[in-house]
């Protein structure tokens, strides 16, 4: 990730602020040592006709990717940012100076320090987990297939 100048963080904050998400994902996975593990996102959107934003953000912060999904006329693109270090280093950056997603940011930043510890216990992933779903509370999500009682169900078999 880039050094990013201060003037940059604030108009990368309201940017957030405003057409952006902070969000947490439960991934299930027979892989994982509980059978889910977190994915934490940080994501812009923008009409993939105003793209040049999203490529601005993409050099000036350094990491992730750009992806457009939808038709000719009605396509949206997303400067997507899912490594767990950049969504940190970014966030802790960020969270001084953002207004509406401040909360988010907070519980995905307290989420990302627990990662370590989450990998051995058992409880403090599903500390995880629920924390996973306040930030969804926060973020009024309604397609979401895994939640905590997900989690708690497929532990409670272990």
Known sequence: ???????????????LDGD?????????SKDYKW???????????????????????????GVGYI???GKANASVS?????????????LVQLQPFLKIKQKQ?????????????????KDVFI????LVDQIAALNDSKTRRNTSQTVMQHLSKK
């Not at 990730?1 to 940017?15: H, N, S």
């Not at 490594?83 to 940190?88: A, E, L, P, T």
């Open 1 to 15: 990730m880039k050094t990013i100048f201060l003037l940059d963080l604030v108009y990368i904050a309201g940017f």
């Open 20 to 28: 952006g998400s902070i969000f947490a994902q439960l991934v299930r």
């Open 35 to 61: 059978g889910f593990t977190v994915r934490v996102t940080v994501l812009f959107t923008q009409p993939t006709k105003r793209i040049a934003f999203l490529n601005q953000l993409l050099e000036t912060i």
């Open 67 to 69: 992806r457009t999904k």
């Open 78 to 90: 997303d400067y997507v940012i899912t490594d767990v270090s950049h969504v940190y280093q970014l």
């Open 105 to 121: 940011a907070n519980l995905v930043i307290r989420l990302i320090e627990q990662m370590p510890l989450a990998k051995k216990s």
């Open 127 to 130: 500390q995880q987990a629920l």
